[in-house]
């Protein structure tokens, strides 16, 4: 029988496998919920209305359900670092390898760079007067020096705690998902008692073109369920689980979401979500009060760092499994003596991130969408993937098989396919200049790594036994 290992043999140092079923649980979840909830409910649902944006959320969930199959047999079938890399890298060869994790490794800088915008964001809600020394203003925002250190020092505090190691991060993470589950439950439950359904008005907003504007957000909300495939070699569970609780986070993320927009719905009518900055927080206080407002900010504070620290996680993880298949330099590939984590790429990593804050609160936009085209991108190839090695490796040892799984990988690959087609122009909700600046930079900086590396050194392969 075939069976799928990476030949780094120079490779003394390897990952723990500490990781059990409830940490991997909190690591996908806590990472695709993260903050968006808090600072984009308003958009969502001025966007498309509130059952529009539900209706948003629910299709572009089950099209992320079914992609979240894919995942969980190929990541069930080759429990390695990597996720996306190790798939396509066995399925379509090396330079398509490359260009699937360099455009996931874009989705989850995105989000970390999100993350260090997010933070001076919801502390200024938190604590007036952050914003001094007034730096310099970017698409009619300006942006303060103080408000800048602030993004980049939790960049530099999240960059040490995932060095340190996945235990700790793992630690960190099940208990901030706790606290945003009891908080997110709370809310809702009390904006179905206090709410309104006159608020709901109007349910839909401009029609299929509202629908599509949320839409092509819902990729980056729910980018996270991928962390498991990338830290798979730290997973301490049998295999044919690894599946099924990559399958329980999507569906967990989908209600979050769903029931986050229609407790924002029922608390606020249309012209407190049209002029509110932090609108989650402002239905929570509706409810509660000036407390649940403030409680509110802390669970999007706490969600910040749940997203953060899985994004560092398995963006790093997916930076290693590329140098160590010397597509990318070899120094990303090391692991660190004692903690055991690829800590020069934890620190690319966060040298990326504090970028962000830089461009102010313009960029959360910018990256949610930029950020979203290379997810999908990286989905509909992992997508091919799994098509293709069901049909050359049908021997290839499955402990998660997805029942009619060639329809389910025809499916994934149509729908992530089509979900590309939305950050296009002539799309309503195509991408602006500023968002493919990102994306044609990190096109032009993964093409210089590639061919720097891969003329400098001979790649390594998958070997077969």
Not at 27 to 40: D, Y
Not at 142 to 156: C, E, I, N, Q, R
Not at 213 to 232: E, H, R, S, Y
Not at 414 to 431: D, E, N
């Amino acid at each position: 029988m075939k069976e799928n290992t990476m030949s780094d043999s120079s490779q003394e140092v390897k990952f723990l496998r500490v990781l059990g079923r409830s940490e991997v649980f909190t690591l996908a979840f806590g990472a695709m919920i993260g903050w968006s909830w808090v600072v984009l409910s308003g958009t969502w649902i001025s966007s498309a209305g509130t059952a529009g944006a539900i209706i948003a959320f629910l299709f572009g969930g089950a099209i992320i359900l079914v992609i979240g199959l894919t995942y969980a047999e190929l990541a069930a079938a080759m429990p390695f670092a990597g996720g996306e890399h190790v798939y396509s890298h066995r399925a379509l060869g090396a330079g398509a390898s490359f260009i699937c994790t360099w455009a996931i490794i874009l989705g989850y800088v995105s989000v970390v760079t999100f993350e260090a915008v997010a933070l001076p964001t919801v502390l200024d809600s938190l604590i007036p007067g952050l914003d001094k020394i007034f730096l310099w203003q970017i698409a009619g925002w300006d942006v303060y020096l103080s408000w800048v250190l602030t993004g980049v020092a939790g960049s530099m505090l999240m960059t040490y705690l995932n060095i340190r190691g996945v235990r700790m991060a793992a630690v960190v993470q099940s208990v901030v998902v706790l606290a945003i589950l009891i908080v997110g439950v709370l809310f809702v439950s009390g904006a179905a008692v206090i709410g309104s359904t006159s608020n709901l008005e109007p349910l839909f907003q401009d029609g299929l073109s509202g629908i599509a504007l949320v839409l092509v957000m819902v990729p980056f909300m729910f980018v996270g369920f991928d962390t498991i495939p990338q830290a798979a070699e730290e997973i301490n569970l049998p295999y044919k689980d690894i599946g099924s609780v990559l399958m329980l986070s999507v569906a967990m993320a989908i209600a979050w979401y769903s029931l986050i927009v229609l407790g924002v719905g029922l608390s606020l009518d249309e012209a407190a979500i049209v002029n509110g900055e932090v609108v989650t927080a402002d239905a929570n206080a509706a409810v509660y009060g000036e407390p649940g407002r403030i409680g509110l900010l802390v669970a999007g504070l706490a969600g910040i760092i749940t997203s953060w620290n899985a994004f560092i996680l398995g963006g790093s993880r997916a930076i290693y499994a590329l140098a160590n298949a010397s597509l990318l330099p070899s120094f990303l590939a090391k692991l660190h003596p004692e903690y055991r984590t690829p800590y020069n790429a934890v620190l690319l990593i966060g040298a990326l991130s504090v970028i962000g804050p830089f461009f102010g609160r313009p960029v959360l936009v910018w990256v949610v969408d930029a950020g979203g085209l290379g997810i999908v991108v990286a989905y509909s190839m992992v997508a091919a993937s799994f098509l293709i090695l069901r049909k050359k490796e049908p021997e290839l040892e499955r402990p998660y098989k997805v029942p009619f799984g060639n329809a389910v990988g025809i499916a994934a690959l149509i729908l992530s396919l089509g979900l590309s087609l939305l950050y296009l122009p002539g799309s309503p909700s195509a991408l602006i200049w500023q968002e493919w600046t990102i994306i044609v930079g990190w096109m032009a900086l993964g093409a210089v790594l590639y061919l720097f590396t891969t003329r400098t050194t001979s790649p390594s392969s998958f070997t077969e036994e």
